[in-house]
């Protein structure tokens, strides 16, 4: 039996224990709530790692319930940063920073989305637009340039990640659409709905940390068409259902625990794990700076313990800078935009620390 059979094995020596214990003390946990406050804000960085899946069990959840994935192991680290809507390209934010035009697409912040590349259409630099208030957390569209036009694309309705508070039992539905057109070439829809509940509320076990949570399932079927104008002819093309099972904490931005599947097949698991990263190897983030993802395309982030401030530059094999971001005093995380650049290795310096690192770019 692998690794991960064994994390997801319902007969494990520890989670027979860890279920046994938490039966007799049961009553010393409560069910949390999770409300806007436990949402992504404009600043916030989350760094979590993913790895594969090969045995899953999407029942395994109800009321006052443990999950035991404390021996999960990390293999590939992520990060996401969310930034203020007026950092990101004017253009994009002409539908998502307009609260008197379009108020329901005024976001609170952007992440740096992915790419998409279908036919004829390609979709680069693209930035995920995001709303949260006291009754919800929205995705309202995004940006990106369109075959290198900047456009934005405005989800309409948008789609409701969650209502919001969200508690034990509590289920929504969401039904949301985008489309784009590339005049003489193509016109793409995807249609969208979502139907959430919340499944299960308890105690989570993970590696390096244990955390109360509330589960939630949400189930997506997407449906995508086509018509390409050079050939005048169209098409409808479903997609395979996707669940997302999410334990979310309160506090954590984004779920500490995600499991995907794709088809009723588990695909990726995407999890908290409190450690920092180079490669393979993990170091003492105390004594030097840290560059995560490393390789990376588009955003490098760069952890430093001094907390010094100063300028942090990127200069590629020939010497030169090619971009550059200023620290103020007090940061512990600076990131800096590396998309467009070459693939190569460059390396990163803090002018004023001795400190400096590699850094692999792979577009």
Same mark, same amino acid.
């Given at each position: 039996?692998?690794?991960l059979?064994?994390?997801?094995?319902?007969? =494990?020596?520890?989670?027979?224990l860890?279920?046994?214990? #938490?039966?007799?003390?049961?009553? @010393?946990?409560?069910?949390?709530?999770?409300?806007q406050?436990?949402?992504?804000s404009?600043?916030?960085?989350?760094?979590?790692?993913?790895t594969?899946?090969t045995?899953?069990?999407?029942?395994?959840?109800?009321?006052?319930?443990?999950?035991d994935?404390?021996?999960?192991?990390?293999?590939?680290e992520t990060?996401?940063?969310a930034v203020?809507?007026?950092?990101?390209?004017f *253009?994009?934010?002409?539908f998502?920073n307009?609260p008197?035009? $379009?108020?329901?697409?005024d976001?609170?912040?952007?992440?740096r989305?992915q790419?998409?590349? #279908?036919?004829?259409?390609q979709?680069?630099?693209v $930035?995920?637009y995001?709303?949260r208030?006291?009754?919800?957390?929205?995705?309202v569209? %995004?940006?990106a340039?369109i075959?290198?036009v900047?456009?934005?694309?405005?989800?309409?309705?948008?789609?409701?990640i969650?209502?919001?508070?969200l508690?034990?039992?509590?289920?929504?539905s969401? %039904?949301?659409?985008w489309?784009?057109?590339v005049?003489? @070439?193509? %016109?793409?829809?995807?249609?969208q709905?979502r139907?959430?509940?919340?499944?299960?509320?308890?105690? *989570?076990y993970?590696?390096?940390d244990?955390?109360?949570?509330?589960?939630?399932?949400?189930?997506?079927n997407?449906t995508?068409?086509?018509y390409?104008?050079?050939f005048?002819i169209g #098409?409808?093309?479903?997609?395979?259902?996707?669940?997302? $099972?999410k334990?979310?904490?309160?506090?954590?931005?984004?779920?500490v625990?995600?499991v995907?599947?794709?088809g009723?097949?588990p695909?990726?698991?995407?999890?908290?794990?409190?450690?920092?990263?180079?490669?393979?190897?993990?170091?003492?983030?105390?004594?030097?700076?840290?560059?995560?993802?490393n390789?990376t395309?588009?955003?490098?982030?760069?952890?430093?313990p001094?907390?010094d401030?100063?300028?942090?530059? @990127?200069?590629d094999?020939?010497?030169?800078?090619?971009r =550059?971001?200023?620290?103020?005093?007090g940061a512990?995380?600076?990131?800096?935009?590396?998309?467009?650049?070459?693939?190569?290795? $460059?390396?990163i310096?803090?002018?004023?620390?001795v400190?400096s690192?590699?850094?692999?770019?792979?577009?």
């Amino acid at each position: 039996m692998t690794m991960l059979n064994a994390f997801f094995s319902s007969t =494990s020596i520890r989670a027979v224990l860890v279920s046994t214990t #938490f039966t007799f003390f049961g009553g @010393l946990c409560a069910q949390i709530t999770i409300d806007q406050t436990d949402m992504p804000s404009a600043g916030d960085l989350s760094v979590r790692w993913t790895t594969a899946v090969t045995a899953f069990d999407d029942a395994d959840t109800g009321p006052n319930h443990v999950w035991d994935y404390s021996t999960l192991a990390p293999t590939l680290e992520t990060a996401d940063t969310a930034v203020a809507v007026s950092s990101t390209p004017f *253009l994009y934010q002409l539908f998502f920073n307009n609260p008197f035009v $379009y108020p329901d697409h005024d976001a609170d912040y952007a992440v740096r989305g992915q790419e998409f590349d #279908f036919q004829a259409l390609q979709l680069t630099e693209v $930035y995920d637009y995001f709303r949260r208030d006291a009754d919800g957390f929205d995705n309202v569209g %995004f940006g990106a340039n369109i075959n290198g036009v900047p456009a934005s694309v405005q989800r309409l309705p948008v789609d409701h990640i969650y209502e919001l508070p969200l508690d034990f039992g509590n289920t929504s539905s969401s %039904f949301s659409t985008w489309q784009v057109e590339v005049p003489t @070439l193509l %016109f793409f829809r995807q249609e969208q709905q979502r139907d959430n509940t919340v499944d299960g509320w308890g105690t *989570l076990y993970l590696s390096t940390d244990t955390f109360q949570v509330l589960r939630v399932a949400s189930v997506l079927n997407r449906t995508d068409s086509v018509y390409v104008d050079q050939f005048g002819i169209g #098409f409808t093309l479903p997609e395979p259902e996707t669940i997302e $099972y999410k334990w979310l904490a309160e506090g954590m931005d984004i779920p500490v625990l995600q499991v995907n599947t794709v088809g009723g097949q588990p695909t990726t698991v995407r999890f908290w794990y409190d450690s920092l990263t180079v490669g393979t190897t993990e170091i003492d983030a105390a004594a030097a700076p840290v560059v995560f993802p490393n390789p990376t395309n588009d955003l490098v982030h760069v952890r430093l313990p001094n907390a010094d401030g100063g300028t942090l530059s @990127l200069f590629d094999a020939a010497g030169r800078m090619v971009r =550059s971001v200023t620290v103020p005093r007090g940061a512990v995380i600076a990131t800096v935009d590396v998309a467009g650049l070459a693939s190569g290795l $460059y390396d990163i310096r803090l002018d004023n620390s001795v400190w400096s690192g590699k850094l692999a770019i792979e577009q």
